[in-house]
């Protein structure tokens, strides 16, 4: 089984902080997607990287993906409470394929 | 308004009596899948389905079952539940990817905690 890391697993900051998140496979997959999932609530789709060297951005979030396409990260300017939550990826290495996650890096920030 | 339901959304039950949690969807999505949530493993694949009648296995389909026999509905089977089964369980529906950009909606069920004893 395709394992996807995630570091670092819990990360607490203060507000107006910036904070980068990473997601790491040993394997090049076709697309890597960005979660936000607070609790109780199921995740929400935040954002999909398909092409290596991808850059996309969604507010003050920056996501990357790795030219190799086996690595991305989230990075965070100026957190706020609201971004708190868990922060998850996931690939699929085709199209159409299953869905693998990694485990989430637990982000809080306090006012 | 965009939405993956699930039922029930709570239920407690007892080794080896069969149960069923349901998951619609009013989407048209062709994708639809099921996963369950566990502390120190996240969320892990149990079965999906890229369309009417066509599942497959995801990481840890083991003492589950689902069917996909219209578009919008994909229940999950538990036909004789265990303790180890216990564990948040969350349904998905996804768009087709985008050919270019490989973007895609994607929308997850409430979620069900289900509870063995």
């Known amino acids: 089984t395709q394992l996807l890391e995630q570091s670092p697993q819990f990360l607490s900051i203060q507000e107006g902080e910036n904070l980068t998140v990473y997601c790491n496979s040993s394997s090049v997959f076709s697309s890597l997607q960005w979660y936000r999932q607070e609790p109780g609530e199921g995740p929400v789709l935040l954002v999909t990287?398909?092409?290596?060297?991808e850059v996309k951005k969604l507010k003050r979030l920056t996501f990357q993906f790795g030219d190799a396409r086996k690595d991305s990260s989230l990075h965070i300017t100026a957190a706020q409470p609201g971004d708190t939550g868990l922060y998850l990826c996931?690939?699929?290495?085709?199209?159409?394929?299953?869905?693998?996650f990694g485990s989430g890096t637990s982000l809080s920030v306090i006012p | 308004e965009a939405q993956v339901t699930q039922n029930p959304r709570y239920l407690i039950t007892v080794t080896g009596k069969k149960l069923t949690v349901t998951c619609s969807q009013n989407m048209n999505h062709e994708y639809m899948s099921w996963y369950r949530q566990d502390p120190g493993l996240g969320l892990r694949q149990i079965y999906y389905?890229?369309?009417?009648?066509?599942?497959d296995k995801g990481d840890v389909p083991e003492g589950y079952k689902v069917s996909r026999k219209e578009k919008r509905n994909f229940p999950l089977i538990l036909e004789s539940p265990s303790p180890n089964q216990t564990s948040l369980y969350f349904c998905a529906s996804s768009s087709v990817p985008a050919p270019k950009t490989g973007d895609y909606e994607q929308y997850f069920g409430p979620g069900t905690r289900l509870t063995v004893t």
């Open positions: 990287v398909v092409t290596g060297g």
């Open positions: 389905s890229m369309n009417v009648e066509v599942t």
């Open positions: 996931a690939i699929m290495k085709t199209s159409y394929d299953k869905v693998i």
